[in-house]
């Protein structure tokens, strides 16, 4: 029988960085889900399609196809129409768009049974913003990880500086706030966590602490 692990949480709180490098160790498959609203949001802007519910956007979610899949790596790619995406889906507009279409519920129920069909014969640790409450409510392990607005801003600035992007921290702050009044005050699907999640707060951890942690949490409840 297969594992699964769920782990939410507001956005730049480390959540793909951390469920990933502790997929690896172990040996678990990792499912970023916030890259599936994200895929959809790409395909929403590339059409000129409102990230709202409409005819539109139905016609849309009945045309595109959005997939997970895995380089030569293992690491895990999204394919819009057989497309790789992965990079294109991780600028800040993206992520304001991906907040926007995540709060349709017809997106919500297109992706729905992509995630717990890849659940159901695998192990896997997933992350996103209702997974222990909504997508795997029977997770074996639910985890709900955050951090300040300010340290998880400062993440994302980095992360976004590295790969050569030109961003202002100030901006990045503003939109990682604008995502947790959203995410947290949407009708469908808000992020909260689950009853029975485990709480971690990794302010000021490093990346190799926040990791270490996870993965104890993790063996010790498994």
Known sequence: MSIAIAIDGPAGAGKSTIAKLAAKELNFIYVDTGALYRTVGLAATRNNVEAKPSEELDELLDKIKVELAFNENNEQIVLLDGEDVSDLIRTPQASMTASAISAVPAVRAYLL????????????????RDIGTVVLPDAKIKIFLSADPEDRAKRRYDELVEKGMDVKYEDILEDVKTRDYNDSHREIAPLKPAEDSIFVNTTGNTLEQSVELLIKIMKENM
């Open 113 to 128: 049974d992509l995630q717990r069909n890849i659940a159901k014969t695998n192990n896997v640790i997933m992350d996103g």
